[in-house]
């Protein structure tokens, strides 16, 4: 059973309040509404990374190298090989009576570490609960409400010098807090950053991700550098069909199920970005790209079976004022269709030390999650864990794992010997 302190103890459904009919069902195309607010000076110096020819050489068994107009091209082979780095868990984040904190869902948009190696996490109370160096509830900033300091549905936490941050889709707006923990005041979103699904703050500017919707059927997802009017970085087209009636709903469009997105993160002044279908990590350093790196795996078509690790138990769409609906797999592949690929990447991490993960599963499946040095060069693939979703100053990670006996979810704080 869930403590009454535990994130999981909430048992509620979330629905997201004012983004419109668009946002319910968007998730048929897999589209997160989620804002990332990487921390500038909190998150430390990033390692340089890929700026000399000497730094991969041109021996390394396995991995080529080009140059394509001042971008770096390392291509690692297509063979998986297991990842030989330990993981030794050293705690997990405790409530102040020193039980496991028990959450619900963690994402990497949820948790922010800071240069003192205190953890802030993102709950559905809605609060950010603080969790001191040695890894034990501290306090808890924020509560339900309309004014500063105030959230109504926060989704994504982060930090710009040693101001914490929380995105509030709910008020288009980002809710502040000074260094002494004091409110700061909302700064709302508009322009161009209105309809951001992801914001990451870099030093002198910022990147954003956002979806349009071209014409009637031509939906447009792209990573951009900064707001003035900019072409995206990257992007990902696709192509939206008629009405589909699933029965207990129906939607006015549509895309096939794996249809491309883009996936996003950010560290310092850094950007990781990968595009589906493909297996390419972009690494930019501001709005100027400095690597590609490539691993030449075998494309395939996706399947039923793809759908099930995607939606285990059916696609649950959110219906406000009604339970949810809930549409079987077997429907989905029927009336929604799938894409000609299966993508390689569903989610991409950068961390300040430069290594570069990328996950090759949906979040519902068995993780699988390809690891990169700061040299650009394929590491290992490792499955017993997901994406990390903070890190420490002294090289600590932190990655969520399933709590057996509460059915919750607990953060670990781990120690990496490579």
């Known amino acids: 059973m869930c403590s009454p302190r535990s994130e999981c103890s909430t048992g509620r459904v979330v629905e997201l309040p004012g983004l419109g009919t668009r946002a319910v069902t968007s998730a048929s195309n897999h589209l997160r509404l989620t804002v990332e607010i990487v921390q500038g000076a909190t998150i430390g110096v990033i390692l340089s990374l890929l700026t000399a020819c000497d730094r991969i050489p041109p021996d390394v068994p396995g991995v080529t190298r080009a140059d394509s107009a001042g971008v770096q091209v390392i291509t690692s082979g297509a063979r998986d090989t297991a990842l030989a780095w330990t993981f030794e868990e050293v705690g997990v984040l405790q409530d102040s009576a020193g039980a496991p904190y028990l959450f619900t869902n963690v994402l990497g948009t949820h948790v922010l570490t800071d240069r003192a190696g205190r953890a802030y996490v993102l709950t559905r109370d809605p609060a950010i609960v603080r969790f001191g160096r040695e890894g034990r509830e501290e306090l808890t900033l924020g509560r339900r409400g309309g004014g500063p300091g ?50 990451s703050f870099r030093p002198g500017g910022l990147w954003f991700r956002r979806t349009d919707l071209v014409g009637d059927t031509l939906q447009v997802t792209g990573v951009y550098a900064d707001t003035a009017g900019s072409a995206p970085l990257r992007r990902a087209a696709t192509r939206l069909g008629g009405a589909v009636d699933f029965g207990c709903i129906g939607v006015p469009s549509a895309a096939a199920l794996f249809a491309p997105q883009v996936a996003m993160h950010a560290a310092g002044p850094r950007l990781l970005v990968n595009d589906q279908p493909g297996y390419e990590l972009w690494l930019y350093e501001g709005p100027r790209p400095i690597a590609s790196i490539r691993r030449p795996l075998p494309p395939r078509a996706p399947t039923a079976a793809d759908v099930r690790l995607l939606y285990p138990d059916g696609m649950r769409i959110g219906v406000p004022g009604r339970a949810p609906c809930v549409v079987p797999v077997e429907e989905l592949v029927a009336k929604q269709g799938l ?16 290594t570069m993960w990328a996950l090759r599963t949906p979040r519902t499946a068995e ?4 690891v990169f040095g700061s040299d650009g ?9 997901g994406l990390p979703l903070g890190r420490y100053p002294n090289g600590d990670l932190l990655f969520a794992r399933a709590d057996a006996e509460s059915g919750g979810t607990v953060l670990v704080r781990v120690k990496v010997k490579r």
């Open 367 to 370: 993780p699988v999650v390809d």
């Open 377 to 385: 060069v394929y590491a290992g693939t490792m499955r017993e864990r």
């Open 339 to 354: 894409s000609a690929q299966m993508p390689f990447v569903f989610d991409v991490v950068l961390l300040a030390d430069a």
């Open 150 to 199: 105030e959230f109504q549905f926060p989704i994504a936490i982060g930090a710009q010098g040693d101001t914490v941050w929380a995105y509030d889709a709910a008020k288009r707006a980002l809710v502040r807090f000074n260094p002494d923990l004091s409110s700061a005041g909302d700064r709302r979103l508009d322009g161009a950053l209105a309809e951001a699904q992801l914001l």
